[in-house]
């Protein structure tokens, strides 16, 4: 059953020809230094600037998969296209590491990133998200807070009038919206939520992302069935929801955030994994679809990217320590 946490309300039917997955070795022996990603702030400015500079290099660089727009435009593309095979199914989480570990590649290969990739440990802002660091209104080092517009609702499309009016992103242009071809600003409007208990709604709906609350997910005895649905219809949605705007449908890697909030995500599983690692880097189970389709999801499993980077096997991302992906938190 999905929940208020359903940010993607545009699902699109979407065939294509599956082509055979990489199976990426389950370990690898020349992983012997992982990189060592790294929250935002903790980042000095320069590296920062680093950064953002060259998120702003992707969208100047020609479209990977031969469309009329730009390789930034690509990742909310192919994760539209793909909405419903990941989200709310066993994949969304090994899926998401791919996908970001596919963005990191082209930050660094095409535009020359060579410092930490960072994440957004939106914990530390439980309760004063609106005064995030994260959200700075620097034009070099920010990526801007609330939208000029004010809230949008996820119940209906964008308007697309709810332009981010600081930050270094105040001038990007992005192509797509939901399943439309649609150029417009970034996007945000903020909100204190959706949930039916109004004690969840309060400061951005924090108390589904205190630093109590995550910490009392990754040190839990859950699977990885149980782990997965709560931190996808937890905190991952509401850290969507409230920043609303381009967060909200299925092409929410339009807002340069969603990297840094995904990294998180990822950082969060790998936390669970680590509590016992010998039995959570193989423990994958749930549903391979979304309802009423009953199969279940197998480590053997394809995760598909449409020509973004290479199709990999569940299998090759339960692990970062390999030659494949090589970091940790």
Known sequence: MK?????????LAFGTSLSHATVLPRQ??????????????????????????????LASKPSKLGLNSTLYDDFPYVHNQLNSQIHFVASFLPWHRWFVHIYETALRSECGYTSPMPFWDWTLDAGHMRDSPVLSNSSTSGFGGDGSGGFVSPSRPNPLTSCISTGAFTNLTVAYYAGDARPHCINRGF?????E????????????????????LTESNHDFENFWDALENGPHGAIHNVLGGDMVPATSPNDPLF?????????????WQQEDASVRNRDYSGRKNQEPDETPAALGDSLQFLGLGTDV?????????????????
């Open 3 to 11: 929940t208020i946490f359903e940010y993607s309300v545009w699902v």
């Open 28 to 57: 690898q022996s020349s992983c012997t230094a992982p990189a060592q990603r790294t929250e935002w702030r903790s980042l000095p400015v320069v590296q920062r600037e680093e950064y953002i500079s060259a998120v702003q290099c």
């Open 191 to 195: 909100t204190d939520g959706f949930d």
């Open 197 to 216: 208990d109004p004690e969840m709604n309060k400061d951005m709906m924090a108390a589904w992302y205190t630093p109590a609350a995550i910490k009392n």
């Open 259 to 271: 990297i840094m909030h995904h990294c998180q995500i990822d950082r969060l599983w790998w936390l």
């Open 313 to 329: 096997t569940v299998e090759s991302v339960m692990t970062t320590e390999t030659d494949s992906l090589c970091y940790k938190y």
